[in-house]
């Protein structure tokens, strides 16, 4: 079974509208979490982090972590077309030497 | 931002051949990780290093993969014998320990024919 899972799998916002993307861990031995932006045909980049409980915003980009229910989420506000991309989230395993992600959301802009 | 390179970018191989392709890691990371990416989807991790020494790896990789880090400054993955499965984008990242941020290469993009 995936250990982190994200929904949706795909989202398809306006420009200018809101975007919002959830990561849940079923494996309680995770901690640290990551959101990764993969552009098509790049490799993933880093785009937040987030360690502890709370939120945390940078720009446009806003990111939650509940660690009791080990959900993390990203919001992308006022999205634009180059926002389009592969969103993956990661975490960092405990229980093991690695760092995990998700399967990932496709998300598309529309002009 | 910093830079991981891998080479070559592309590899076509024959189903029974052999494969390999290297991974330059960002100058003072310890930690080096190989990711499996089919048709743009999720990272299915492979096998994970620190200071050159592999620590976790799925089974996939203890039975048909050859993976090490012969130094801080080059690291290898190797296929002994190509299956189509095997066809992806192989990702290599390096960071500076499990709780950092891990930064890719462009990776190497294997067809197996």
């Known amino acids: 079974q995936q250990k982190v899972q994200q929904s949706p799998e795909s989202l398809i916002v306006p420009e200018g509208g809101m975007a919002s993307l959830n990561c849940t861990s079923s494996d309680r031995n995770v901690d640290y979490f990551w959101w990764y932006r993969q552009h098509s045909g790049k490799s993933p980049k880093m785009l937040m982090s987030i360690f502890s409980n709370g939120e945390k915003e940078e720009g446009r980009f806003t990111v939650h972590l509940n660690k009791a229910s080990l959900h993390t989420s990203l919001h992308i506000r006022d999205s634009q077309p180059s926002d389009s991309a592969l969103y993956l989230c990661?975490?960092?395993?405990?229980?093991?030497?690695?760092?995990?992600f998700g399967k990932g959301t496709h998300l598309h802009v529309l002009p | 931002d910093a830079a991981v390179t891998q080479k070559p970018r592309y590899l076509i191989k024959m189903k029974g051949q052999e494969a390999e392709m290297k991974c330059i890691p960002e100058k003072g990371h310890t930690a080096v990780f190989w990711y499996q990416q089919k048709q743009s989807k999720e990272l299915k991790f492979l096998i994970y290093?620190?200071?050159?020494?592999?620590?976790?790896q799925i089974d996939m990789v203890k039975e048909r993969f050859s993976a090490v880090c012969p130094s801080s400054s080059l690291c290898s993955l190797g296929i002994r014998t190509c299956e189509a499965e095997d066809s992806a984008l192989y990702l290599c990242?390096?960071?500076?320990?499990?709780?950092?941020?891990?930064?890719f290469g462009a990776g190497t993009r294997l067809s197996v024919l």
């Open positions: 290093f620190q200071n050159q020494q592999p620590l976790d």
């Open positions: 990242s390096s960071s500076q320990g499990l709780q950092n941020t891990l930064y």
């Open positions: 990661a975490a960092r395993d405990t229980n093991a030497y690695k760092v995990i």
